[in-house]
């Protein structure tokens, strides 16, 4: 099931949206949240906690301006007022990895690095972020940051897809996390096409 999610790219005319709950979305303690208003800015992390909070996942492959295979990973929860997380995934060879380009102006590029669980799950775990605005460039100091962990599996018993994430900072301790389940549908679209409102305001080409 891991492999039906996520097995398909901008040919294959197919995109996967999840509809769920995330039983808890929580943050860290008071100072982090300066951070996560920050980050709601520009679609990456935001400063709500909540419990059953309804959730939705949008998976589009596509090529991009610079002609890259692409998935959007957009996460939208129905907090107090709705926030989006999203994200846009690209396979670098030269760096060997999946790169995530984080928010609406993909500011922010982190290394995944991928691997399997015990459950037979999807584990991600963040490396390396680099910080690009015009001219600007540079690698995004971990203690300024957080390293994120992200594990998905399917519970068969249950037929739904779980998920758990959780950012952390290695001076400041947790910032900010969520977890629950959503089941998830496969739907048909034009080959390569993703929603505009889905895609990013501005194309990051470094990696």
Known sequence: MIRARFGFDSRGGRASIGRGAMEE?????????????LGAWR??????????????????????????????WVRTFAVRRPRRFDA?????????CIV????????????????????????IRSGEQRFYEGPL???????????????EWYDDERERYGID?????????????YRGWFQAEE???PPGEAPRRLRPLREERRE
């Open 100 to 123: 995530d380009y984080l928010g609406s102006h993909q500011h922010l590029a982190v290394d995944l690095h991928l691997s399997v669980d015990a459950r037979g799950g999807l584990r």
């Open 165 to 177: 994430v959780a950012v952390r900072n290695h001076v400041f301790g947790p910032l900010f996390g």
């Open 25 to 37: 979305v929580w943050h860290g303690r008071a100072y982090t949240l300066p951070f996560l208003y």
């Open 43 to 72: 679609r990456i992390m935001f400063p709500e906690r909540g419990r059953d909070v309804p959730f939705t996942v949008e998976n589009y492959a596509y090529r991009d301006s610079f002609g890259r295979e692409t998935v959007t």
């Open 187 to 189: 739907i048909e679209v």
């Open 88 to 96: 846009t995934m690209i396979y670098s060879p030269r760096r060997g």
């Open 137 to 151: 460039a540079f690698r995004f100091p971990l203690l300024f940051s957080g390293v994120a962990e992200v594990c």
